[in-house]
């Protein structure tokens, strides 16, 4: 069974960076589409950003500019870079995988494997 640990939440101030890291284990990660996924308080888990088999990529309209994700698969680990955090990028990160090489999707209900998440916290 497949498993997803994220790593590198924490609390910064606006402007600040941080990098999220997914290490993946049990199925061959390279020929799944990746993605990062967020959940605030009283609101609906979102997509932030998704990298396929390819290494093509989608961004949230709210994050583009500002986000990278990206992938080592000799490393089996998805990462986020994050710059120029705001005070709204505040939730709870998620790493996911599907059963696709190329699908691109953000709705979290394509997805068929989660992690646990990992806070990030961003204040003004």
């Known amino acids: 069974q497949g498993q997803l640990v994220e790593s590198g939440g924490g609390s910064v101030q606006a402007g600040g960076s941080l990098r999220l890291s997914c290490a993946a284990s049990?199925?061959?990660?390279?020929?799944?589409?990746m993605g990062w996924f967020r959940q605030a308080p009283g609101k609906e888990r979102e997509g932030v950003a998704t990298?396929?088999?390819?290494?093509?990529?989608n961004y949230a309209d709210s994050v583009k500019g500002r986000f990278t994700i990206s992938k080592d698969n000799t490393k089996n680990t998805l990462y986020l870079q994050m710059d120029s955090l705001k005070p709204e990028d505040t939730a709870m990160y998620y790493c996911?995988?599907?059963?696709?090489?190329?699908?691109?999707?953000?709705?979290?209900?394509?997805?068929?494997?989660w992690g646990q998440g990992t806070q990030v916290t961003v204040s003004s």
């Open positions: 996911a995988a599907r059963k696709s090489y190329y699908g691109l999707g953000m709705a979290p209900y394509e997805y068929n494997y």
């Open positions: 049990g199925y061959t990660y390279s020929r799944y589409s």
């Open positions: 990298i396929d088999s390819r290494g093509s990529t």
